[in-house]
């Protein structure tokens, strides 16, 4: 957590220096609250574990997928305004690092969907959650 706050402070700076204007830096703090929140919500969710609190512990796990990707996207907006007006012609590894973050992006997207997609088709309603958590109640305690 104090990673982030740092990397957003830094950030701040950067953008302020290159005249990237408030949206940026607006973007900036969004992006860093996503990624405290996100931060907060894995270090909660062992101590909620899904047999003794569900409720807390589907929080965490959206707030982490939904949480995750909203920064990994936010992430990479900053980061590409930033990079725009730094000079690393000298270097090779921003353009390696643009395509990391670009396939890193479509992983968070895609991991997003399949998740959405595997909750829409287990659970078809409350009767069926109750089913699946009693079930796995029985058979993982």
Not at 48 to 62: D, R, S, Y
Not at 121 to 140: I, L, P
């Amino acid at each position: 957590c104090v990673a982030i706050c740092d990397s957003a402070r830094m950030r701040h700076d950067i953008l302020h220096s290159i005249g990237a204007g408030h949206g940026y830096s607006l973007l900036n703090l969004v992006v860093s609250l996503a990624g405290l929140t996100n931060c907060l919500a894995v270090g909660f969710i062992g101590f909620n574990p899904w047999h003794e609190a569900l409720w807390w512990h589907c929080v965490c796990a959206f707030v982490i997928f939904f949480g995750g990707t909203a920064w990994a996207c936010g992430n990479m907006v900053v980061l590409r305004r930033i990079s725009a007006n730094t000079d690393f012609s000298h270097l090779a590894l921003p353009s390696f690092c643009h395509i990391v973050q670009r396939w890193l992006l479509m992983l968070t997207g895609a991991s997003l969907c399949l998740m959405l997609y595997i909750l829409r088709r287990t659970f078809a309603g409350g009767a069926s959650f109750e089913t699946v958590f009693h079930n796995a109640n029985v058979n993982f305690t």
